[in-house]
């Protein structure tokens, strides 16, 4: 049976993030006896390779030589800064900030690094002369004010601080961040009624954001009862049940114990500032900006028991697994995030290719909890992406398990069982799952479209099923892998011309898809465009395909689809089986 494609969206398999390597390296560049313009031009040329590939190391090595060659050319200290500061070369970044600032002297990020050297040095006005100096926007001037209202508070000016931040003007956005740290800065200074209104304001403007919740309740755990402060903690839950430091406050908080300040220094309050807006920024989009303000953070406060998961976090992002391992691997063993940090060690140590490692990581948490729910998801995921199936069915098993009452969020549980049962064999055991996900979530188009392609690949419930994928590609009009299976589905029913119109669309989407240029190959054969099928074919075997359907692809290159073997067209008189 042909297997339904998946939307891309959802694909599981973590994949190796591969890292592209010039030929030559630089210091056979830099040791080349002539032509030094050429030395340049290629470093150069290298450096913005390696940057746009996101390979920091090689440009900050590439950008190193070209500094040794061209010293004093602003373009190239101004990218070496950058690389190395991405990379968290901080003391290296200092000194380029420093030459920066000589030949460039409102550079913003070198300004805002500077301040935050300074900060850590609690040279405070040296930080402000910084920030002054610096370019503004809208990030730009938000980063400065709260930094400057930090240093205030770091020399004694608790109500400087507070001013200064009141009286910046900008976007609706500015207002959470306002009240969160003008009531962090009055907490830390001692002000305990001005701080408990700024960071109740903040709770309403942001109810959603985990700092904002802890402060306050923080605040309150110190100030009013631990019955408030538990009461604050649960309304946040109901946003994000079950997180690991809440679970932890609640347990402290339950046995009488008082919350500290969520910060109590200028460079803890600065740090936070970096954290904050550089944790946004890399979920927004801003991944450049975010990797500046999030090593800034993690350099200025090492402890900060969020920065470092953020920075770690946008690695993955990146597809740089191995940076990501190395951050969670500093979270420490007593901390309440350090669970979480080793779920997604082992995440990215499979995204490595050390799927084993991975595995024994996952199943020794397992064994330390049995009923660690994101642990053994972690691990249904992985042993699904590397094809093993009948082992993902029966981890997916055990998640389910521990859901009392499954609801909506639970769908994709049920789907990924239903996926792996299908795979391995267990068509009804599959088809159950995959109505309980449809039940539990009737709109979700990967499920209407597995459910429905298997059905009509099957010869059952052909018009419900032909229904369904029609349905999700409705929901989904852009998704290439469910017009394929709409596309496809035409095509097993011998729909062929149907089948040449949704799979040029699918191609269209995803050129660059193996197996959908396979298919479009195969329906342009029925409907006689055989040098069209041809090329398409061409195309798909030049898109590495899987082993298997290269074999297959060659041979229909060679001597026309008939020469594999082909599923005979799904006919409508077999509509009467049962299964559905």
């Known amino acids: 049976m042909k297997i339904p494609r998946l939307s891309s969206s959802v694909a599981l398999a973590a994949g190796l993030a591969a890292v592209l390597h010039l030929a030559l390296p630089v210091t056979a560049r830099a040791e080349a006896p002539t032509d030094t313009d050429l030395t340049i031009s290629g470093s150069y040329l290298a450096a913005r390779f390696a940057s746009a590939e996101r390979d920091s190391d090689a440009a ?12 004093r050319n602003a373009e190239v200290i101004e990218r070496a800064f950058f690389a190395t500061l991405v990379d968290g070369q901080m003391d290296e970044a200092m000194k380029l900030a420093d030459r920066l600032v000589k030949v460039d002297r409102t550079n913003r990020i070198a300004r805002l690094a500077l301040a935050v050297k300074a ?32 240093t205030f508070y770091g020399s004694g000016n608790t109500k400087g601080a507070v001013e200064l931040i009141d009286r910046l003007q900008g976007p609706d956005w500015y207002a959470p961040l306002k009240a969160l740290h003008t009531g962090l800065i009055l907490d830390a200074a001692g002000n305990k009624k001005e701080a408990g209104k700024r960071l109740a304001e903040a709770v309403k403007l942001d109810p959603g954001s985990l700092r904002t919740a802890d402060a306050y309740a923080r605040w309150l755990s110190r100030n009013e009862n631990d019955a408030a402060a538990i009461a604050a903690l649960s ?44 944790a946004t920024l890399g979920r927004q989009g801003g991944e450049d900006l975010a990797l500046v303000y999030l090593q800034l ?22 597809k740089q697994p191995q940076k990501a391992i190395a951050l969670y691997e500093t979270v420490p063993a007593g901390s309440p995030l350090r669970r979480n940090a080793e779920v997604q060690l082992a995440i990215n140590l499979d995204a490595i290719d050390k799927p084993d490692e991975a595995r024994k990581h996952l199943e020794d948490i397992i064994a330390a909890d049995p009923k660690d729910l994101e642990a053994i998801v972690a691990l249904g995921r992985i042993q699904q992406s590397r094809k093993m199936f009948a082992e993902c069915a029966a981890t997916y098993g055990k998640a389910i398990d521990l859901i009392t009452t499954p609801g909506k969020g639970n769908w994709a549980l049920f789907y990924f069982r239903g ?24 709109d979700q188009p990967q499920v209407l479209n597995y459910l429905g392609y298997s059905w009509v690949d099957q010869g059952i419930n052909l018009d419900q099923g032909l229904d369904m994928i029609r349905k999700a590609v409705s929901l989904r009009p852009d998704d290439g892998p469910i017009v394929d299976s709409l596309g496809w589905a035409y095509y097993r029913l011998g729909r062929y011309d149907e089948a ?18 396979d298919h479009l190959g ?37 001597n026309g689809l008939d020469a594999v073997d082909q599923p005979a067209p799904v006919r409508k008189a077999e509509d009467d089986k049962k299964g559905g």
């Not at 900050?60 to 010293?71: G, H, I, K, S």
């Not at 900060?119 to 730009?140: C, D, M």
């Not at 220094?265 to 954290?275: D, F």
């Open 60 to 71: 900050v090595t590439y950008l190193r030589n070209l500094l040794r060659l061209d010293p």
């Open 119 to 150: 900060i850590k040095k609690s040279q405070y006005q040296t930080a402000r002369t910084n920030l002054s100096l610096s370019v503004r926007g809208p990030i730009g001037d938000l980063t400065a004010t709260l930094l400057a209202a930090w």
């Open 235 to 278: 309304e946040f839950e109901k946003a994000m049940p079950n997180h690991p430091l809440v679970a932890a406050e609640m347990k402290e908080l339950k046995a009488g114990k008082a919350l500290p300040p969520l910060v109590t220094t200028a460079q803890e309050g600065s740090a936070e500032v970096l954290y904050g807006l550089g």
């Open 297 to 318: 953070a993690t350099w200025l406060d090492p402890e900060h028991p969020f920065a470092s998961l953020a920075l770690a976090d946008l690695y993955e992002q990146l």
């Open 419 to 442: 996926i792996c049962n299908e795979r391995s064999k267990n068509w009804p055991a599959a088809e159950a799952d995959l109505k309980k996900a449809l039940e539990l979530n009737p």
């Open 500 to 517: 040449v119109n949704e799979l040029e669309r699918a191609v269209e989407l995803m050129p660059q898809d193996p197996v959908i240029n």
């Open 522 to 558: 195969d329906a342009y054969w029925k409907v006689g465009r055989r040098l069209e099928a041809g090329f398409q074919w061409a195309h798909a075997r030049d898109l590495k395909p899987a082993p298997e359907d290269l074999a297959k692809i060659v041979k229909k290159i060679d």
